[in-house]
Structure formats: structure tokens, C-alpha cells
């Protein structure tokens, strides 16, 4: 069985991955205080009438780490757990992964500290927009742009468009990404994150000469990211053993029957208790001997502590920060190939950015023009990370931080400092 620690700090996980990346650049003191920490961290009150009557005030956060390379890009997440250190550590990544796949955004991230599944859609409505008015003077398409996260989606999107596009008095369609087709989002969106985790995981498997029919999977998360990614691992002939969402987890040898697993949680809301399978710990699923494991939940999950029981040969990281450095330096003497969240997981913020593009010139395209575009973006930024990793024999996290990092460095070096 695997042991449980106290949760690593994300931020502190965020900044010891900024410092060893730039130790191995060499960057100096100057470049590295002007893109190590956030430019602007707001903090706002979410005063919410709620159903009962009541008031009921939230917490909420919008960080702004980078908007060197461009405005700033980032989800907006609700959840119990949502921190101001855990948004700063999101925020950071965004900054990396969207120089990792070269697209002209910075880092932005937001969340409030709520619990969606106790509330109703008009108490997420009036929370959602009251939100937007809070964080209104610091979005906008040129200059930070939300898209939906844990336990957001394109209906909240919606919310805060038309917020923001009352507010100003004419429709802004480009505030947001991750919007309802009708109201300018693009096709390809929904399922951006998934496919683009199952891209990094085909050419993991082609480096590593793995054959992905056959190989089996375990899927930490069957939420959007990870259930489009078992998805697709599955139609490419790969076993999926073992899935896991918040209400437990199953497994099944012989490989779940993945669509119908699909229907059952778009109908039930869980996986528990599925057909031809039989329940299994968490622990159990991250120390199951497979090909392949997809941590596609929340930061932490893999620590020092249960690192050494995991037996996967790969591990794509559909989440963000699912691994903390002291479980990458286990798993790494283990041999195990990582492929890091800010490239594994990158696709989303792809496709928000073509969605942006889009919206930016009111044309819109085919849905195998984002697939075929993203998988280009996808393989290439993999290229670029692998080849780091073989020619400086580094990990390849440390190998996509000094990718992302650099490029960052190199614009901040360009632009200077003003006044």
C-alpha cells in the first residue's frame, strides 16, 4: 500500500522547478528577478446571495505571473482547496507551458474557494459574475484572457463574456476561450487538453520504440483531460486497466470498456460501480504495474513517500503538478519517462489560443484544422523538449523548464525594463 503525507506547497514546488531549470541556463540574478515571480496577484471578496436568502461571501483569486511574451492566458478553477499559493504556482506554469509550445501568451490563473457541487447554477451564476466584476480591470483579450478548469466549463465562460461585454456595452467574444461554439468558441476545445496528452503519449511511446496497441493504462482522473485521453488511448488500441474520479475507483485486467464508461459518467457522475469491473484504492491505482500512468486529477498526488511504489513506465501528466520534486528524483533513478504537465497537458492552452484567433478575426475553422494544427504544435514543442533532455542530459521537466524558461528570458532580455 502506499503511504500519505501532508501535500507539498505548490508555489514552493513551482519555484524549486524555476530554480534548478534556470541553475542548468545559467541565467543570471537580474533576468531571473524580473520572470521568477508574479507580476500582479489581486485577491477579491465574492459577496454571493445565495438560494436561502442568505449572503454568503467567497474568496477569490486572479494572478497574473507573465505577460512578457503576451497577454496573459490562464483557467479559472473552483474548488474547496483553492489557494492563493496554488493559483501563484498555476499561474507560473502557464508561463512555462505556453513558451514551451511557443504560443504569444503569458501565465494567468484564477480560482475561488467554493464548493460547485453544493450549489446551485443560479448561485454559480451570481458567484461567476459578481467574480468578473471583481476581476474586471484586469482581463480583456489583450491583456488576460480566462478559459474554464476544475469544475468551470463553457457555460461559465458565458457568464463571465457577457459580463464583461455588458459592462463595456458591446459583445467582447475574445475575453474568454473555452466558450459555447455559438458565442465564438472553437470547435476542438472541449476535448484539446485529452487529445493533446495522447499526442505526447504517441511520441513517448515512438522515442521509447513502446507499441501503444496493447500497451495498458491507468487513468488517474476520468474527468474531461483524462476521460478524452483514455478515449483516445483506447480507439488506438491501448488497454485501459483502471480508472479513478472523486467517487473511487475500478479496474479491470482484460481493459475497461471505455465509451460505455464514458456514457455511464456522463449519465451517473461517477465511475463507481461500473459493469465488469471491481473497486480498487487509490494507492492500488498508482501502484499498478502498467505501461502507462495518466495522473489527470489535482497538484500532489505522487510524493516522495508512494513514489517508490509506482511501476508505470511512462507517466503523462495531464494534470498540473501531479508529481512533487522529491517523487521526479525517485521516479527518474527508476528509470521512468516523464512527460512534464507543462508539455504533456499543453494542449488545452493550444487551443485556446487558436480560439482566440479565431474570435480575433472572425473566422472560424474546420475541426480537423485544430486537430491537425495541434498535433503539429504538440509533437514539435515534444521535439524541442526531447532533444534538450538527450543533449543535456537532463530530466525531461527540467529539460521543458529550461525550453519555456529561456524563451521568456530571451524576451524579457529583448524588451528590457520600462521606465
Not at 484567433?357 to 480537423?368: K, N, Y
Amino acid at each position: 500500500m502506499l503511504t500519505t503525507a501532508m501535500a507539498a506547497n505548490a508555489y514552493d514546488v513551482a519555484l524549486e522547478n524555476f530554480d534548478t531549470a534556470a541553475d542548468a541556463l545559467g541565467l543570471d540574478n537580474d533576468t531571473r528577478e524580473m520572470i521568477k515571480y508574479p507580476e500582479r496577484v489581486l485577491t477579491v471578496t465574492v459577496p454571493v446571495r445565495m438560494d436561502d436568502g442568505r449572503i454568503h461571501r467567497f474568496e477569490g483569486y486572479r494572478v497574473q505571473h507573465s505577460t512578457v511574451r503576451g497577454p496573459g492566458k490562464g483557467g479559472i478553477r473552483y474548488h474547496p482547496q483553492v489557494t492563493l499559493d496554488e493559483v501563484k504556482a498555476l499561474a507560473t506554469w502557464m508561463t512555462w507551458k505556453c513558451a514551451v509550445v511557443n504560443i504569444p501568451f503569458g501565465g494567468a490563473k484564477g480560482g475561488i474557494t467554493c464548493n460547485p457541487k453544493s450549489m446551485s447554477k443560479g448561485e454559480l451564476e451570481r458567484m461567476t459574475r459578481r467574480y468578473t466584476s471583481a476581476i474586471l480591470p484586469l482581463i480583456g483579450p489583450e491583456k488576460d484572457i480566462p478559459a474554464p478548469d476544475v469544475y468551470t466549463n463553457s457555460q461559465t465562460m458565458a457568464w463571465i463574456m457577457d459580463t464583461y461585454s455588458m459592462t463595456l456595452g458591446y459583445p467582447v467574444s475574445g475575453v474568454v476561450t473555452g466558450k459555447p461554439i455559438s458565442l465564438g468558441g472553437s470547435l476542438g476545445r472541449n476535448e484539446a487538453t485529452g487529445r493533446g496528452v495522447f499526442y505526447t503519449i504517441q511520441s513517448a511511446c515512438e522515442h521509447l520504440s513502446m507499441s501503444l496497441p496493447g500497451a495498458t493504462v491507468a487513468v488517474q482522473g476520468f474527468g474531461n483531460a483524462g476521460s478524452i485521453a483514455a478515449q483516445l488511448l483506447h480507439e488506438a488500441g491501448a488497454k485501459i486497466v483502471a480508472v479513478s474520479d472523486s467517487t473511487g475507483c475500478i479496474y479491470n485486467r482484460a481493459g475497461l470498456n471505455i465509451p460505455e464508461l464514458m456514457h455511464m459518467k456522463a449519465l451517473c457522475g461517477h465511475v463507481e460501480g461500473f459493469p465488469e469491473s471491481e473497486p480498487i484504492s487509490p494507492a492500488e491505482l498508482l501502484a499498478m504495474k502498467c505501461d502507462i500512468l495518466v495522473p489527470a486529477a489535482l497538484e500532489n498526488t505522487i510524493l516522495a513517500e508512494n513514489a517508490p511504489a509506482v511501476k508505470a513506465k511512462i507517466i503523462a501528466e495531464a494534470a498540473n503538478g501531479p508529481l512533487t520534486p522529491g517523487a521526479d528524483r525517485i521516479l527518474e533513478s527508476k528509470g521512468v519517462f516523464i512527460i512534464p504537465d507543462i508539455l504533456c497537458n499543453a494542449g488545452g492552452v493550444t487551443v485556446s489560443y487558436f480560439e482566440w484567433v479565431q474570435d480575433e478575426q472572425h473566422l472560424f475553422w474546420e475541426a480537423q484544422d485544430v486537430y491537425d494544427r495541434m498535433e503539429r504544435v504538440m509533437k514539435t514543442a515534444f521535439r524541442d523538449v526531447l532533444k534538450i533532455h538527450l543533449e543535456q542530459k537532463a530530466s525531461m521537466r527540467i529539460a521543458a523548464n529550461m525550453l519555456g524558461i529561456g524563451r521568456v528570458a530571451e524576451a524579457v532580455q529583448l524588451r528590457s525594463i520600462y521606465p
